[in-house]
């Protein structure tokens, strides 16, 4: 395939699969009637901001580009990852935060599986908690059993989680381990605390086997050692999210298995294809619990 064919090919696809329902005019894709050479550098432009909003370093970015100028893997990446159910990409960071009265309408509470359950009233969304059991029952296999310890986490819930870290070690020293209300995954349902929830936990057995093999059941882990100033947060070897089983191996693909990077591209990208500017998707009606 030429060069040509996969940059219209991505141009034409993401469009399309942004979620952009409410736009008025089109997207910032190339127009059908320009050449080839406008719209490789009308595509280029874009995608050059895209990955300099993104803050990606030049080697995961050159090879984004590369990736995109000889092949179709990533362009076709991308476009199932934006068609699927956009909560499962949705950066929520120290700069992105969800709707107050965010509650997912599919949470089910965990009980006995495969896995251990550590406490009494842990929910996840329906399609977290089935990949769940997949992977717990994979580790089972192996004579392993997954200790979940916290999932999802109401807005109030961690308002209270954010005060008593600020009570006890200061508020400089809270923000570098615990999200403020309405920036925490944990909201999402699709989030899990494994184990001891501390980083003893990445030398047991449980904690080796999930760094090894969880991207493959779709979960991610959010916070990894050394990279507190891109996620905002110090390592974290027990915190992982369930991304789907498409973004996490894009994740580990393209953006060396860090979380951060992937959800800032595509971020960025349904910012720069999207005439309305939003810093999340609408949430769905919200439930109660």
């Given amino acids: ?89 949705m950066l929520i960071d120290k700069k992105h935060a969800l709707p107050e009265n965010y509650e997912p309408s599919d949470l089910v509470k965990l009980a006995k599986g495969s896995y251990r359950v550590g406490r009494d009233g842990l929910f996840l969304r329906s399609a977290a908690a089935a990949s769940l059991e997949e992977m717990a029952a994979a580790a089972k296999s192996e004579k392993l059993t997954l200790t979940v310890s916290s999932t999802y986490r109401t807005y109030v819930y961690q308002v209270n989680v954010y005060n008593r870290k600020v009570k006890a070690a200061g508020q400089q020293a809270a923000d570098r381990v615990s999200a403020r ?54 390592w974290e070897s027990w915190h992982y999210r369930y991304t789907g089983k498409e973004l996490a191996k894009f994740i580990d693909t393209y953006f060396e298995g860090i979380q951060q990077y992937a959800l800032r591209f595509l971020h960025e990208w349904k910012q720069a294809n999207c005439s309305t500017s939003t810093s999340t998707p609408p949430p769905p009606q919200a439930s109660q619990i």
Avoid at 198 to 210: D, H, K, P, S, V
Avoid at 212 to 219: E, T
Wanted: aromatic residues 10%; proline residues 5%.
């Fill in 181 to 234: 209300p309405g920036h925490s995954q944990h909201q999402l349902g699709l989030t899990i605390d494994f184990g001891s929830i501390t980083n003893a936990f990445a030398q047991t057995t449980e904690g080796r086997w999930l760094a090894a093999n969880a991207s493959r059941f779709g979960w991610s882990l959010s916070y990894p050692q050394g990279y507190e100033e891109i996620t905002g947060y110090s």
């Fill in 1 to 89: 395939m030429n060069k040509i064919a996969p940059i219209l090919l991505f141009a034409t696809a993401i469009s399309f699969s942004t979620g952009c329902k409410d736009r008025k005019d089109q997207p910032a894709a190339v127009p059908t009637e320009n050449t080839e050479k406008e719209a490789s550098a009308n595509f280029s432009s874009l995608l050059s901001g895209v990955l300099a909003n993104a803050e990606l370093p030049q080697n995961i970015s050159l090879k984004i580009q590369e990736s995109i100028a000889t092949d179709s893997a990533f362009i076709q990446a991308v476009n199932i990852i934006l068609q699927e159910d956009p909560f499962l990409w």
